[in-house]
């Protein structure tokens, strides 16, 4: 599992609550002198200044205090995590806790509803603190192996029932041209593996690709990003729903590019899927000339990673 999202660090006087998460319990200090329990983690008791703070275990159980949803990442790591429902639980104990909503659809979402602990194993070392409604089915756990993938993509109709167009039909051809883009494709990972492979075939090495310890430092995007040429030519391992063949002709050329833009990076570890559109049919001398418009994206994002207006010849 390629992993590339920045993690808590505990401290001293926080490792037990993130020990206590990895046993899968909820840990908080409490007071041992006025009996007032505190989150975060501190040295001291917030309402009486005292240093005698025990830990306890408690339910993690408690109620929804306030949620937002997150459309825009709140880092590019978070990109393949759109949207996000950031949210504060008011623990049974009284502390308030900062959390991400898991297994629960905006309709289920209400203030004040009972909320409970999911202990979400990331790869490594750290357990995260996610919450879900008390009624959800959403499993207790969440483990390092089976991180949630993204939805599955529309099936390809299978070929046999794929309407087939002449490209000689040049009605036919033209009414394939839409403003409206077609489902989704599958989706694959675009790992550290992956973008060193490239930054060898291609000799682009450059840190902000390869180096993800630079990266994180000195990097705009805090990690890691893809080679916008690698993204473009992943294209082919993405396979888009088409509902119809193109026929009747003796030879397909790939005549290249009209467009080919970057407009948003690609963080390392991110899922990637595409969709097109048919932009322009049009004939030309040597047989019928067709621009697809295939726009890359990182699921869950709105704007497009790759937007690439390739020109196919039918002869
Ligand atoms: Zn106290």
């Known amino acids: 599992m390629n992993w590339n999202k920045p993690l808590p660090q505990p401290t001293p006087i926080s490792a037990p609550f993130w020990d206590g998460l990895k046993a899968h319990q909820v840990k908080l200090q409490r007071c041992e002198d006025c009996g007032q329990w505190v989150f975060f983690p501190r040295a001291h008791c917030p309402a009486c200044a005292s240093t005698q703070l025990a830990w306890r275990t408690v339910s993690g ?148 690709h390869t180096d993800p310890v630079r990266a994180r430092e000195e990097s705009p995007f805090g990690t890691t990003i893809a ?34 833009r970057f407009p948003t990076p690609v963080p390392s570890g991110c899922h990637i899927h595409a969709r097109y559109r048919v932009k322009a049919v049009e004939r030309v001398k040597s047989g019928v000339q067709v621009t697809m418009e295939f726009n890359i994206h990182v699921v869950g994002q709105d704007r497009p990673s790759v937007i690439n207006d390739l020109v196919v010849l039918y002869m």
């Open 227 to 260: 080679h916008g040429a690698l993204v473009q030519v992943l294209m082919s391992r993405l396979k888009v729903p088409m509902d119809y063949e193109i026929t009747g002709f003796n030879n397909m050329v790939n005549y290249g590019s009209d467009r080919l």
């Open 61 to 208: 159980e408690g109620t929804l205090y306030t949620c937002t949803v997150a459309r825009i990442p709140t880092l590019p790591e978070f990109t393949d995590e759109m949207p996000q429902r950031l949210a504060v639980v008011e623990l049974d104990e009284g502390v308030h806790l900062n959390t991400t909503l898991v297994g629960l659809d905006d309709a289920q979402v209400r203030i004040g509803m009972r909320v409970r602990p999911v202990f979400d194993e990331r790869p490594g070392t750290i357990t995260l603190l996610r919450y879900t409604g008390t009624d959800s089915d959403h499993p207790a756990v969440i483990t390092a192996h089976a991180q949630p993938e993204p939805a599955a993509p529309a099936a390809q109709a299978p070929a046999a029932r794929r309407r087939q167009i002449s490209c000689k039909d040049l009605d036919a051809m033209r009414a394939l041209v839409s403003e409206t883009y077609s489902g989704w494709s599958d989706s694959i990972q675009v790992t550290q593996a992956l973008i060193d492979q490239f930054a060898e075939l291609s000799g682009d090495d450059y840190w902000l």
